[in-house]
């Protein structure tokens, strides 16, 4: 059984950045597609982005691309997401996730099956 815990979420000023871990345990991250998704007060849960088991492919929604960059160490078990020109409109609860893929990167939020407890990521001035 896969799981997760995120950490590095915080206050930044806009244009800031931050960097999110989520480190995994109980199993290895072989064939595991891993994702972030965030979700804000009265919003639904949406995608951030993934990256493949072997860090080949990589998918960012179209409001964080160029902003943000995931990447994964599988011999140290975590995952990433590096936050840049962060804005306003960034905040949320960060959410780390994970689903058995070989195949490649995943979308859809009721494809992954393990999620982290979220770490609270805040831009304001």
């Known amino acids: 059984q896969l799981q997760l815990v995120e950490s590095g979420g915080g206050l930044v000023q806009p244009g800031g950045s931050l960097r999110l871990s989520c480190a995994t345990s109980g199993d290895t991250l072989d064939d595991y597609a891993m994702g972030w998704f965030r979700q804000a007060p009265g919003k639904e849960r949406e995608f951030v982005a993934s990256?493949?088991?072997?860090?080949?492919?990589?998918d960012y929604a179209d409001s964080v691309k160029g902003r943000f960059t995931i990447s994964r160490d599988n011999v140290k078990a975590t995952v990433y997401l590096q936050m840049n020109s962060l804005k306003p409109e960034d905040t949320a609860v960060y959410y780390c996730?994970?689903?058995?893929?070989?195949?490649?990167?995943?979308?859809?939020?009721?494809?992954?099956?393990?999620w982290g407890q979220g770490t609270q990521v805040t831009v304001s001035s």
């Open positions: 990256i493949s088991w072997s860090a080949g492919s990589t």
């Open positions: 996730a994970a689903v058995y893929s070989p195949g490649g990167t995943a979308r859809p939020r009721y494809d992954y099956n393990y």
